[in-house]
């Protein structure tokens, strides 16, 4: 069945450091989405991508969907105290099915 | 800043009871959604629901699940017979339009169901 997998699982950085998540279908996604839970808390919106090799930025948050619209990647540039949660990527497959990434828990030491 | 509210925050049943859970979306959208995440694990998509009907469900959301849009506020799950397993996070989204036309989803601050 689809699997949507991230990597890598955990990440522990520096403050100031710059963080990347990896999300890997394993079938071509018609758009993917990606979204911050904070440690208790509930899935939040970030962002959507469409295109094949889209590239979009919200501040120090860079998105890319890959050009077989099978991979994705969130890089954080500078990572702050408040970039701490689990990203999940999630995309929805060619019969409209919905999934969500495994997930990439970052901590950031101040 | 308008919300997805959930009732209850927690709510523990006995296997075999059935359980309600209840969302509230955000008044303006169409389209509705339950997801569930296990402790410590992804979340799952259940079902998507627009126009009084189910327009996408996965293959978790099988015969004792069920969603229901009994009035004009509120979209609920009933799990019929609960199992041990089922013991999770509950999260309802909803959105203006669909996901596949970029809609963004709003999330409820989750209902954590426990099954003892």
């Known amino acids: 069945g689809q699997q949507v997998m991230q990597i890598p699982q955990y990440q522990h950085v520096q403050e100031g450091e710059d963080f990347t998540t990896y999300c890997n279908s394993s079938?071509?996604?018609?758009?993917i989405q990606w979204y911050k839970q904070r440690p208790g808390g509930h899935p939040v919106f970030l962002i959507q991508l469409v295109k094949s090799g889209e590239v979009k930025k919200q501040k120090r948050l860079t998105f890319q969907f890959g050009e077989a619209k099978k991979n994705s990647s969130l890089h954080i540039t500078a990572t702050q105290t408040t970039d701490v949660g689990t990203y999940f990527c999630?995309?929805?497959?060619?019969?409209?099915?919905?999934?969500f990434g495994t997930g990439t828990s970052l901590t950031v030491i101040p | 800043e308008p919300e997805v509210t959930q009732t209850p925050s927690h709510q523990v049943t006995q296997m075999g009871q059935e359980v309600i859970l209840r969302c509230v979306p955000i008044?303006?959208?169409?389209?509705f959604y339950w997801y569930r995440q296990i402790l410590g694990q992804k979340v799952e998509f259940l079902v998507s629901f627009y126009n009084n009907e189910i327009s996408e469900k996965s293959e978790i959301f099988d015969d004792q699940f069920s969603v229901e849009r009994p009035d004009g506020s509120n979209f609920t799950l009933k799990i019929r017979s609960t199992k041990l397993e089922d013991s999770a996070m509950y999260f309802c989204a909803s959105s203006e339009g669909p996901m596949a036309a970029s809609y963004e989803q709003y999330f409820g601050p989750g209902t954590r169901l426990t099954v003892t």
């Open positions: 079938t071509t996604l018609s758009n």
């Open positions: 008044s303006n959208h169409l389209y």
């Open positions: 999630a995309g929805t497959d060619t019969g409209n099915q919905f999934y």
